[in-house]
Every structure is written in C-alpha cells, then in structure tokens.
C-alpha cells in the first residue's frame, strides 16, 4: 500500500509563487489520485509488494505511469520550500563546472521547460558518467528509467500552474526557480555521486 507524504509545508506556505488553491488541487487531487489508482492497479499485480522506486524502475502501461506520477510528485514537493536560501558554494561549484554559471543553468533549465511540448518534467540529473544534465520527459517519464540520478524535478503539467499564471509556463518556471529548496538538490546530488 502506497501513501500520499505529507507535504514539507502548508498549503498557503508557497503564496505569492504557487497559491494554495493549486497546491490544494495540485497536491490533495491530482498527487492523491496517482497513488489511489497505482493501489488500485497493484491489486495482484507482480509489482504488488515491489517498492515503489522499482516500479518505476520495471513497470510498464497504467501501474507505470500511476507509480511514476507518485514518486515525480513525492520529489516535486520536495524540490520547493517556504523558506529559500540560495545555494551553497558546494552546489554552485558544481552547477558552474556544468553549466559555467548558475544564471546560465537556470536560462537552460527555462528554456527546456518551455520547449517542452504538452505535459511532462524537466530535470536537473546525473547521468551513468556523473555529468550534470538538463533533461525534459513526457507525461509521467523520469530520467530513472535511464538509469540516471534526480537531483532537482519541475512539473510542467498545466495542472501544476494554470490556476496561477493560466497559459503562462514561463511566469511559472520564474516562480519556480525562486522557492527551491537547494538543500534537497544538494543532498540528491551527494546521494547521485555516491551510488
Ligand atoms: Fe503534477
């Protein structure tokens, strides 16, 4: 039996760059339903005791795309905070040593997110290498299908952000950038380099 997380913060704690109305639905509705319909899918399913990191790893069809949507969101929550410091000298070293300057990371990670076409993620991720790279995936993909780290999620799903900037993805990625939680990033990346 899988379970919605709590969220790190309240509903409100996000205001001015997401409001509570879409964390309401974003987190209470569309997350919720993910995890209620992998539970119900699993039902003797091979995958029914298998947790949910390899799920999402093996699955394929409906119990992937439900136990991928879950972990994505379990991550996304996790990604932001309400209360956001800059990043460590440790985490800018590395963003510079990939993308030369952290102004220069957050325009590529923009950018991805708008070329994106229709729902999906972007993703800041280590790959086999140890190479930091920005990465895009549809609908409920995630880089760990290639056997690639997360260090960092973005859901670019209109349900993430159509409440608050309607059709605007760029105002929301602008918004985006200034709540994550670095630390998260920082502990993802220290986990990604030690695997
Ligand atoms: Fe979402």
């Known amino acids: ?85 800059k990043p460590s000298d440790g985490m800018i070293k590395v963003i510079n040593q990939s993308f030369e300057s952290f102004e220069l990371f957050a325009d590529e990670f ?10 999906g993620w972007v993703w800041l991720a280590m790959d086999d290498e140890k190479r930091l790279k920005i990465m895009s995936t549809a609908n409920a993909d995630t880089p760990m299908r290639y056997g690639h780290h997360v260090l960092l999620a973005c859901d670019v799903w209109e349900h993430a952000y159509y409440i608050d900037t309607r059709n605007d993805r760029a105002k929301y990625l602008d918004n985006f950038l200034q709540i994550v939680n670095w630390s998260v990033v920082w502990d993802n990346h220290c986990l990604a380099i030690s695997d």
């Not at 997380?5 to 339903?33: M, R, V």
């Not at 923009?110 to 729902?119: N, Q, V, Y």
């Open 1 to 85: 039996m899988h379970i919605l997380p709590d969220l790190p913060y309240e509903k409100d704690a996000l205001e001015p760059f997401i409001s509570k109305e879409t964390l309401d639905y974003h987190y209470s509705k569309h997350h919720k339903k993910y995890i209620d319909e992998l539970n119900r899918l699993l039902k003797n399913s091979p995958f029914e005791n298998d947790s949910l990191e390899n799920i999402v790893k093996n699955a394929d069809g409906s119990i992937f795309n439900n136990a991928a949507q879950a972990w994505n969101h379990n991550l996304y929550w996790r990604c932001m905070t309400d209360n956001p410091e």
């Open 110 to 119: 923009k950018k991805a997110a708008l070329m994106h076409f229709g729902s």
